[in-house]
């Protein structure tokens, strides 16, 4: 994937570039509070993009209201943009999923997604930007 613009290379870099719930999130797999982020009831079209890095995630047509209080998207919109791995943190078995890009934390997937595709990618807002005149977004 090509870089979008020139990342961090230390974690005071990161400090600098990211917002204190950007970093604690994206860099340290902290979350948000439920129903706190700027994205989980949007419902424009658009593109979801890496904070971190702009990378396209999500598209606005893959969003769904799960009703947790983070948005929620049943496929990326490109799977060579995320990386998807194993996390047995704070007592629980799960997905976690990662910006392929820079390497930033963006949430986790569930099986128990509402659409054909079964998944939940549940995602932190602040780990996001929205694009709106993207033209990729119906994917």
Same mark, same amino acid.
């Given at each position: 994937m090509e870089e979008k613009e020139k990342?961090?290379?230390?974690?005071? /870099? #990161?400090?600098?570039?990211?917002? @204190?719930?950007?970093? %604690?999130?994206?860099?340290?797999q902290g979350t948000e509070r439920p129903f706190s982020g700027a994205f989980w009831n949007v419902h424009e079209t658009g593109m979801y993009k890496c904070a971190a890095c702009g990378a396209e995630l999500f598209s606005s047509g893959a969003k769904f209201d799960s009703g947790t /209080? #983070?948005?929620?998207?049943?496929? @990326?919109?490109?799977? %060579?943009h995320v990386e998807l791995r194993?996390?047995?943190?704070?007592?629980?078995h799960r997905t976690e999923v990662?910006?392929?890009?820079?390497?930033?934390h963006l949430g986790h997937l569930f099986d128990d997604g509402p659409t054909k595709t079964g998944k939940r990618y549940?995602?932190?807002?602040?780990?996001?930007?929205?694009? @709106?005149s993207s033209k990729k977004s119906d994917l």
């Open positions: 990342l961090p290379k230390t974690e005071e /870099g #990161w400090k600098k570039k990211l917002s @204190p719930d950007q970093y %604690e999130v994206m860099r340290k /209080g #983070w948005p929620s998207f049943d496929e @990326p919109a490109n799977l %060579e194993e996390d047995n943190s704070h007592g629980m990662i910006c392929k890009n820079c390497g930033s549940c995602i932190n807002s602040v780990c996001l930007s929205f694009d @709106p």
